[in-house]
């Protein structure tokens, strides 16, 4: 009986292996706010809202590895759209380049809007053209 019993346990927990290894682990920058992916870990845009000042900061990094050593990567864009879901507000950030980035490139892009001290969790979609390939990813703060 005993033997049924750790199968049955066992079976259980492989069960919820299984089931919690479908869940994917939302990214956070290195300002502990969410980031979206965009294509295949070319670039990681890290969402930074202040209500106070009434801005969104983007922050783009390179890949996985950049995000993690806060390694800033300079993109040839004229803007990146947020669209926060809850609520719904879209703010259009133009590039703001840091002292390092490269001329005609920016790291840093920066939007203003109102009804950002209404945003809860933050929630939406982040898109930009590099270049001439157009990137959209989806980001959600824990």
């Known amino acids: 009986m005993r ?4 199968l049955v346990v066992a079976a259980g927990f492989g069960l919820m292996a299984v089931v919690s290894s479908g869940v994917q682990a939302q ?11 965009w294509g295949d870990e070319e670039y990681h845009v890290e969402v930074i809202p202040d209500a106070k000042a009434g801005t969104v900061t983007l922050l783009v990094y390179g890949d996985h590895d950049d995000l993690h050593k ?6 040839d864009a004229k803007s990146i759209s947020v669209a926060f879901k809850s609520p719904a507000l879209t703010v259009k950030a133009a590039p ?10 920016s790291s840093r892009f ?6 950002l ?5 933050l929630e939406g979609t982040v898109s930009g053209k590099v270049g001439s390939k157009v990137y959209s990813g989806d980001f959600k703060q824990k």
């Open 3 to 6: 033997n049924v019993f750790g």
């Open 70 to 75: 806060a390694k800033r990567k300079a993109i």
């Open 27 to 37: 990214e956070v920058g290195p300002h502990k706010m969410p980031v979206a992916e």
């Open 110 to 115: 920066v939007g203003k809007a109102e009804g």
């Open 117 to 121: 001290d209404k945003l809860g969790k």
């Open 96 to 105: 703001s380049p840091d002292k390092g980035d490269p001329a005609g490139k």
